[in-house]
């Protein structure tokens, strides 16, 4: 049977919950389909003093009904939650052949708890309990033989379901699975059999420089499971001792009112949302602006919508962490979005045209592009530290800027 209609549910960093909506499938005489979302009448009316807008440009808190017809049918917001290319393919490969295709309620009904963000899903309005699916740090190895084993078309039997649960919950296109480390959930990230340098160390060398210039970057550690390397990120959406959703989570691609196929969007459209929404929007459009330079100066041009994302948090709408920062020798010399009037030509150049709109005078903006330019000079011992390897190093260099080899690049 084919699920029609699911029901949304909030649970918040206190440990309540709340039925916060539904959505329908609707399915049109001529063949044709469309989703519908509507908040409970006790949400929008905000009787429990804890309601916001799951998304405040495209799903304010009225009425309705709103209706989605992109994005595999789903409010952008919900699709957030959904499993990206990795996850889709986990659960697909558990499905019997021949079974129907996967409905936008199949696809929010089929990952466990430990999806991102704090929204839970069920197929009646009654809460479902929390269905924890994570693996344990020990249990890596064998997640990541079982990743690689898929990845080459092989059967992979005999690991428990638990763990495909584990990996198949959250979004991106890499091998990832939720464990535990140190108490806390992270997201562990394994190399790929096709790749051609060390990108968990570089992620992690990345993430970590990123900190080192004053960006509140995702915390990342680096493992060696077997014969691999493995990046852990420290989830920034649960609480790190009942690993319990802390908040609510929302992409860059949702809140400019984009899909995948889209080729707009821009840095300085993501921090006009935070201009319009945002509780700290001075700080976090600064932020914005810094992010952006690094990203072009580290070559990191997989800087895509749905690598940038935004938290419900005091009483408004938060940058979140950075994440998914990964210098990209392989890819086309161009930035994933715009960073300036020249669209996304990745210079710093370009980067200053739009200053004002991250809340900088020229100057200030020039003044954080010095900074950072210091700070990532020396990016080669920093990675070599972090245990990137030479020949990784001499790989990535070609990400990164040329301005940061020249003595003086303003
Ligand atoms: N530290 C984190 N805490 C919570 N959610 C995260 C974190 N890092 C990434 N995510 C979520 O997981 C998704 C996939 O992670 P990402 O690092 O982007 O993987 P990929 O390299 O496969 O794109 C992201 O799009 C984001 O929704
Ligand atoms: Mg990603």
Same mark, same amino acid.
């Given at each position: 049977m084919t699920i029609s209609e699911v029901y949304i549910h909030a649970r918040h960093a206190d440990g309540a919950t709340d039925l916060v909506g539904r959505y329908r499938l609707v399915a049109s005489a001529a063949g044709s389909s469309y989703g519908e979302f509507v908040y409970v009448g006790s949400w929008r009316r905000n009787d429990h003093g804890r309601a916001f807008a799951l998304?405040?440009?495209? *799903?304010? *808190?009225?009425q309705g009904p709103f209706r989605s017809t992109g994005r595999g049918r789903l409010p952008g917001v919900l699709a957030d939650t959904t499993p990206d290319r990795w996850g889709r393919r986990l659960i697909e490969y558990r499905r019997p052949p021949g079974r129907p295709l996967m409905t936008a309620c199949d696809w929010l009904l089929a &990952? %466990? $708890?430990? +999806?991102?963000?704090?929204l839970a899903f069920s197929e009646t309005p009654a809460l479902p309990p929390l269905r924890p699916s994570y693996a344990a740090e020990a249990d890596l190895d064998d997640i990541a033989d079982g990743f690689e084993r898929l990845d080459r078309g092989e059967a992979v039997e005999g690991l428990a379901a638990r763990l495909w649960g584990a990996g198949a919950s959250m979004g991106g296109a890499r091998p990832k699975a939720v464990v535990t480390h140190e108490g806390a959930l992270w997201i562990a990230k394994f190399q790929r +059999?096709?790749? &051609? =340098?060390?990108q968990c160390g570089a992620e992690h060398a990345a993430l970590r420089l990123a900190s080192r210039c004053g960006i509140d970057a995702a915390e990342t550690n680096l493992l060696t499971v077997g014969p691999r390397k493995v990046v852990l990120v420290k989830r920034f959406? +649960?609480?790190? @001792? !009942?690993?319990t959703p802390t908040c609510h989570y929302i992409s860059g691609l949702t809140v400019l009112g *984009?899909?995948? !196929? %889209?080729a707009s969007g821009s840095y300085p459209d993501l921090a006009l949302f935070l201009l319009r929404h945002? @509780? /700290?929007h001075v700080s976090d459009r600064r932020e914005l602006f810094r992010r952006m330079v690094f990203n072009v100066l580290c070559g990191n /041009? $997989?800087?895509?919508?749905?690598?940038h994302a935004f938290l419900r948090r005091d009483g408004g709408w938060r940058l979140s962490p950075a994440f998914d920062v990964v210098p990209q020798?392989?890819?086309?010399?161009?930035? @994933?979005?715009?960073?300036? +009037?020249?669209? %996304? =030509?990745? &210079?710093t150049g370009n980067c200053l045209t739009r200053a004002r709109d991250f809340d900088l005078s020229p100057d200030d903006a020039r003044a954080i592009v010095a900074d950072l330019t210091a700070r990532m000079r020396l990016w080669r011992q920093d990675f070599a530290a972090d245990g990137v390897d030479d020949a990784s190093i001499g790989q990535l260099a070609r990400a990164f800027s040329k301005d940061l080899d020249r003595p003086s690049a303003l």
């Open positions: 998304d405040p440009d495209h *799903l304010p *808190l009225q &990952t %466990s $708890d430990e +999806r991102v963000g704090c +059999r096709d790749d &051609t =340098y060390d959406d +649960r609480d790190p @001792a !009942t690993h *984009l899909d995948e !196929t %889209s945002g @509780a /700290r /041009r $997989d800087d895509h919508l749905k690598n020798p392989d890819m086309d010399p161009q930035q @994933a979005i715009g960073v300036g +009037r020249s669209g %996304s =030509y990745p &210079t």
